[in-house]
């Protein structure tokens, strides 16, 4: 990938209060230049030379990484140039990839994503799209959508993981991999049943099953045996019709399932602490409410759109992926964070960096999972 030459990355990533106010000046006249949606169907006409001009890694880079292929849905609407960059991080050919386009999405949206994933053998557009509406089951079916698509598709990817188009990974594939292998099933699917989330499912009923109801986030990092168990367990139907009448499904059903271990799913935690104290590294994200002091790009529905300031926290993070980034707002932002992806792709291929999975190993939901 090459270099950035408006701004230095590394100063910024080290807090340099010069490079950050060289930065805050640039972008008050700097203008970033998408690639646009009619450029993409244009640029994929010929996939050979769309893939060598983005730069995609075709090859396994690492034996390991080959022999532990990964699924990923994406979910998107808008935003093709933000979504391919994400595609083109984490993309290697023995992984598998769902990308399921909002029904609502712009036609030209739409024909840019089918002809991205038109020059991938393991790159699909889900076969059932959904009108995507936050709060409601449309974000739940669209995932579960993925995850159909993706288990009949291909047998032997290993972990699921749900992105969205304004998301990063900081972890590449390679730690990705050897983290997954540390998690040995375990999964990473946070977890509360505190008092305070009655309200989400006090008009449902009595859940089927007597299960528990849980409250967390919708993104997760799952092994193969939950995903099925979602689609194809009577017991998971059962859940899954219950929980159409709770008030954000979607933080839900996973989460009820992950921690109600009598279900006896391989990778749930089945230690003694109670699940909204334990330590998760699926995404870091930065709250208003009781954290916006800590955001120092902009809050936008409570959330934290990453700016600059932030890129010295965002090095130091253990978790897997970063959520969220715009790509139009202080763009230096998901430069940066996009160029030091690679860049550490390329010394771990090279062999002049190794990545320690010690942190992970110590994991109470590693350590206590259901084998």
């Known amino acids: 990938m090459k270099p950035l030459y408006h701004v230095n990355c590394r100063k910024l990533f080290d807090g340099d209060s010069i490079e950050m106010n060289k930065a805050y000046k640039l972008l008050e006249t700097f203008k ?28 396994s880079l690492d034996s390991v990484e080959e022999t532990f292929p990964l699924a990923f849905s994406m979910l998107m609407y808008k935003d093709v ?17 769902c990308i399921h386009v909002d029904r609502k999405a712009a036609r030209d949206v739409k024909d840019a994503m089918t002809s991205i994933a038109s020059c991938f053998k393991n790159v699909f557009i889900a076969s059932q799209l959904y009108d995507v509406k936050w709060g409601t089951l449309s974000v739940l079916d669209a995932d579960l959508s993925c995850m159909r698509d993706l288990l009949h598709k291909h047998k032997s990817w290993k972990y699921f993981i749900n992105l969205t188009g304004q998301e990063f990974p900081l972890r590449t594939n390679y730690e990705l991999v050897k983290i997954l292998l ?13 008092s305070k989330w009655i309200h989400r499912w006090k008009h449902a009923g009595t859940p089927p099953h007597n299960i528990r109801p849980f409250k967390g986030d919708v993104h997760i990092v799952a092994n193969r045996d ?21 008030t954000i499904p979607d933080e839900i059903f996973f989460n009820t399932i992950n921690h109600n271990t009598q279900l006896g799913v391989r990778g749930q935690y089945i230690g003694s602490i109670t699940p909204h104290e334990i330590r998760y590294f699926s995404r870091i994200k930065i709250w208003s409410d009781g954290h916006g002091a800590d955001c120092h790009g902009k809050v936008v529905r409570d959330i934290c759109i990453f700016g600059i300031g932030d890129l010295p926290l965002l090095k130091t993070k253990e978790e897997f992926i970063f959520n969220k980034f715009h790509w139009d707002f202080q763009s230096f932002t998901l430069d940066c964070i996009e160029e030091l992806y ?10 002049i960096k190794d990545f320690n999975t010690s942190l992970y190993e110590k994991a109470d939901i590693v350590k206590h999972r259901r084998k």
């Open 226 to 246: 939950f995903v099925d168990f979602l689609i194809n367990n009577q017991v998971a139907q059962d859940l899954y019709t219950w929980t159409k009448n709770t």
């Open 32 to 59: 970033p230049k998408p690639i646009t949606d009619t450029e993409y169907i244009k640029m994929t006409k010929s996939c050979d030379s769309f893939l060598e001009k983005r730069g995609y890694i075709m090859r």
């Open 182 to 194: 540390t998690y040995d099933g375990a999964n990473d699917i946070k977890g509360s049943n505190e």
């Open 81 to 97: 140039y933000q979504v391919e960059r994400l595609l083109r991080a984490i993309y290697r050919p023995q992984n598998i990839y």
């Open 342 to 351: 690679f860049n550490t792709t390329r010394d771990e291929y090279l062999g």
